[in-house]
C-alpha cells in the first residue's frame, strides 16, 4: 500500500491536517487541493513539522474543472478522501445555496474528474446529522436517513449520488466499479498530540469543545449549556465525542478495505465512525476543569431546536469490515484540544 498516492480535498481543514500526517507517516504520499476559505496554509507547514513530510498543495476550489483535471494528469492518485465542504449547520440555513453550491455542486464536479480519469475510489466525510428520528439514541447505519437543515440534507444528497454512482455499474458492467465508503461521522474534537494543529474555528465556535477551550482560557467569557431537563443521567445533551486522530485512523482502514475483497466488485457502503458512547456536556466540562485544572463558567439557557437528548453510534460495522475502533479516552480527547489551545491562543494566525 505503501507509496500510493491520495488525493485529500480540505485537508488543510481540522480533519484533513489530521488525515494528513497519519497518511504521511502511514507511507502514503499526500496531494491537498483546498480553497483555504475556512483554514490556513500553515496547518500545511505544522503537518510537515510534524512528519518530516512534505504535501503537494494546491490552492484551488473542488468546483474548478481544470483545476481538478490537471492535477489527476500530473498525478497517479489511487484514492480520492473528500473532506472539503462547507459545514456550519447554522449558516447552512442562512445561506442554503452557498451548501448546496459548494457541497453538492462540488462533489458533482470532483466525481466527474475522477471519473474520467479513472480513479474510482473514494472515501466521503458523511455525518450523523444525515441520520433521522429514531426510537433508539443509538444509531446504526441502516437506521432511516431524514436529516433537518440544508447542511445534513447536502450530505445525504451526496450519499445518495454516491449510491446511483455505484447502482450504474451493475447496470452497465463497468470492468472498473467504484468503490466508496461513506463515514458518518460523530463529534470529532480533541488535536494531535504534538499541539501543533489543532480545530481553528473563525470567529465564535459553533462546537463545544472549542468553545469550551476558548472559554478556558478567557477568550469568551462562559459557555452556554443548552437544556438541562432532557431525559439523560444529568439532564444535559449527550453525544458521541471521538478523538479526531482515532477518526483519521478510520479513513485509513477504509482505503485499505476498499482494496480488499469485500469491494472486490465495487460497491458503496456507509460505516458510523463513533466511539459507541455518548458523553453529557457537564461530563465534558468537568473533564476540561479536571485535566486543566482551571474553572469553566458555565450558565443554562433554552433547549435549541432541533437538538436531540441523546445521541451516538453503533461503530459495529466499522470494526467488523474495517477492523477499526475509537482507542482514546475522553481525557486525551480533552487534554489534547487544551495542549492545542494553550500553545496556539489564536489559533494558526
Ligand atoms: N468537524 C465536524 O464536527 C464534522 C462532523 C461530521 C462531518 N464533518 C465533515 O468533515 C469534513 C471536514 O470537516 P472539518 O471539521 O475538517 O472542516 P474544515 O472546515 O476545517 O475543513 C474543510 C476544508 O475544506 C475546504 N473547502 C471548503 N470548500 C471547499 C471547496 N469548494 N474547494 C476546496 N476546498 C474547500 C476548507 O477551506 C477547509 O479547509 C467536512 O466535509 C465536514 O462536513 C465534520
Not at 83 to 96: I, N, R, T
Not at 228 to 244: A, L, M
Request: overall charge negative; glycine content about 10%; hydrophobic content about 40%.
Amino acid at each position: 500500500m505503501n507509496g500510493q498516492t491520495i488525493l485529500v480535498t480540505g485537508g488543510a481543514g481540522y480533519i484533513g491536517s489530521h488525515a494528513c500526517v497519519e497518511l504521511l507517516e502511514a507511507g502514503f504520499n499526500v496531494v491537498v487541493i483546498d480553497n483555504l476559505a475556512n483554514s490556513k496554509i500553515e496547518s500545511l507547514n505544522r503537518v510537515r513539522q510534524i512528519t518530516g513530510q512534505a504535501v503537494t498543495f494546491y490552492q484551488g476550489d473542488i468546483r474548478d474543472k481544470q483545476v481538478l483535471t490537471e492535477l489527476f494528469s500530473k498525478h497517479e492518485i489511487s484514492t480520492v478522501i473528500h473532506f472539503a465542504g462547507l459545514k456550519a449547520v447554522g449558516e447552512s440555513c442562512e445561506q442554503p445555496l452557498n451548501y448546496y453550491h459548494n457541497n453538492v455542486y462540488g462533489t458533482l464536479v470532483l466525481l466527474e474528474a475522477m471519473r474520467e480519469a479513472n480513479v474510482k475510489q473514494l472515501v466521503f466525510s458523511s455525518s450523523a446529522t444525515v441520520y433521522g428520528e429514531s426510537d433508539s439514541a443509538q444509531y446504526s447505519e441502516h437506521f432511516p436517513l431524514g436529516p433537518i437543515n440544508p447542511y445534513g440534507r447536502s450530505k445525504a444528497m451526496i450519499e445518495d449520488i454516491l449510491r446511483d454512482l455505484s447502482a450504474a455499474d451493475s447496470i452497465t458492467k463497468s470492468a472498473s466499479p467504484w468503490k466508496i465508503a461513506l463515514l458518518r461521522y460523530f463529534n470529532p474534537i480533541g488535536a494531535h498530540e504534538s499541539g501543533l494543529i489543532g480545530e481553528d474555528p473563525n470567529g465564535i465556535p459553533n462546537n463545544l469543545m472549542p468553545y469550551v477551550s476558548q472559554v478556558a482560557i478567557g477568550k469568551l467569557a462562559q459557555l452556554s449549556v443548552f437544556g438541562d431537563d432532557y431525559p439523560t443521567r444529568d439532564g444535559t445533551g449527550i453525544r458521541d465525542y471521538i478523538h479526531v486522530v482515532d477518526l483519521v485512523k478510520g479513513h485509513i482502514k477504509a482505503i485499505a478495505a476498499l482494496a480488499g475483497e469485500g469491494f472486490r466488485h465495487g460497491g458503496c457502503k456507509a460505516y458510523n465512525l463513533g466511539a459507541g458512547r455518548g458523553c453529557s456536556v457537564l461530563e465534558i466540562i468537568n473533564a476540561f476543569e479536571k485535566v486543566t485544572d482551571r474553572k469553566v463558567p458555565y450558565q443554562i439557557a433554552p433547549r435549541r431546536a432541533g437538538d436531540l437528548a441523546e445521541c451516538y453510534a453503533n461503530p459495529e460495522l466499522a470494526l467488523k469490515e474495517l477492523q477499526w475502533q475509537a482507542e482514546k479516552t475522553l481525557d486525551d480527547m480533552v487534554a489534547d484540544a487544551w495542549r492545542w489551545q494553550s500553545k496556539n491562543p489564536a489559533g494558526y494566525a
